[in-house]
């Protein structure tokens, strides 16, 4: 099974805000990759962590930091309809319809440390975690979650 791992988790780790914060976030990345866990997200993430870094860094070190991070995503079509259908439900952000459908379409879990998003997503009955104060569970969830 794949992992959908929210834009907000990523700019934590990259931008170094709150040392907790980046903590979490790089363990948590760390063993999806050691688990050899998938990362899918949709191709709106790509748009998203481009347009936090350009504004957050240098264009030339933005550029290479999304590249690399997008040679670890698997990108997925952006699921127009069904995001739609979310934020009509839920009320969510664009963004974040946009990332629970994908959660839902590829049976994964959701990682996020955007507590909106989480709320929202729960509402649906999609598997997600609030990294911040939930990284324990994240941690115990990875350690047994299966791929597929």
Do not use: C, W
């Not at 780790?13 to 899918?40: C, G, H, P």
């Not at 962590?49 to 590249?67: F, H, Q, W």
């Not at 997008?70 to 699921?79: A, C, K, M, R, S």
């Amino acid at each position: 099974m794949p992992v959908v791992v929210d834009t907000s988790v990523f700019i934590d780790l990259i931008l170094e805000y709150d040392e907790n914060r980046t903590q979490k976030a790089e363990k948590t990345l760390m063993l999806i990759q050691e688990k050899s866990l998938k990362i899918v997200n949709p191709v709106i993430f790509k748009v998203e962590i481009a347009g936090v870094l350009s504004r957050n860094l240098p264009k030339s070190r933005a550029e290479l930091i999304v590249k690399d991070i997008l040679h670890d995503v698997e990108l997925t079509p952006n699921p127009d309809d069904f995001a739609f259908e979310i934020a009509m439900r839920t009320g969510s952000r664009a963004a974040d319809a946009y990332f629970i459908a994908t959660v839902k379409l590829t049976d994964s879990i959701l990682i996020t440390n955007d507590r909106v998003m989480r709320n929202n997503a729960r509402k649906l009955g999609v598997e997600t975690y609030y990294l911040i104060e939930e990284f324990e569970n994240v941690m115990e969830r990875l350690e047994t979650y299966q791929l597929s």
